[in-house]
């Protein structure tokens, strides 16, 4: 419903744009290709939360998605209009930031997910308090920003922002995963939220904006809707592999336990897969130190 009132006051309000270049044809095997592949990689990291790493339907699943996306890429390079053009993603500039943005969401939603179940399975928060929970994170990453990003991203390149903040945020998934069963909210949780909200509000800003600027004409929607597609995937990917990092992480403490305790399992999933996130921001915050070398917009304006 909303999308049907898009469009017809679009079609109502907006201008009309000048007719495309005659010629152009859908990609569709790319759009095939590209899809198949993800879905491939999603089902495959769910086998592995339900059966283990090991398990020969998660492997073929995922070999088959890593399969399908490198035939996307071959395929790209080939088409006369594909659907991603590699030279958006060749640029280093805007491949580091998408990178950046999809590692960084990969890391949040999953731990979004994780601890939405300890707030309500493990400490038995009602859904309205849960929500109240996050709050801090939202609130942190909200501020941060509006002042930090707003004040210094005229003044300093974006990679000065992105790799610090992305640095924060691994401290404060670092904290997350010193969660016990009796941990309780004030002592770890709400300073690993603090922290991580902070880093995130400094990253997105200058990551939305490297990977859009500087862009020519023809490529300004593709690379913005590759911006936001590296955010979409990387919240897919995120949430089913750092389930299935805790899953496995569960399923061996159970096993490796005289008397395990069914919270403090479940808890030692979420800290492991709270670990593992921390180091996929630390391994992001390097990638944006390498790859990205923009110059502070006002530089690049004088330039």
Known sequence: MIALVACTLGRRILPPTPRARSGIHLDVPGAALVTGGLVALVYGLSQAAAHGWSAT???IWLAAGIALLAAFLAVESRVSDPLVPLRILADRNRGGSCLAIGLTVVAMYGVFLLLTYDFQVVMHYSPGRAGVAFLPLSAAALLS????????????PPRALMAP???LAAAGMATLSLLQVHSGYLPVILPGEVMLGLGMGVVFVPAFSAATTAVSPRDAGVASAVAN???QVGASLGTALLNSLAAAATVTYLATH???QGPAALVHGYSVAAA???????FAALMAAALINAPRPQQRRTQ
């Open 165 to 167: 903040g992305l640095v």
């Open 229 to 231: 597609s590296a955010q």
């Open 57 to 59: 339907a998660a492997l």
């Open 145 to 156: 920003s509006n002042t930090v990003s707003r004040a210094l991203l005229p003044k300093v």
């Open 258 to 260: 005289a008397h395990p």
């Open 276 to 282: 593992w996130a921390a180091g996929i921001l630390a």
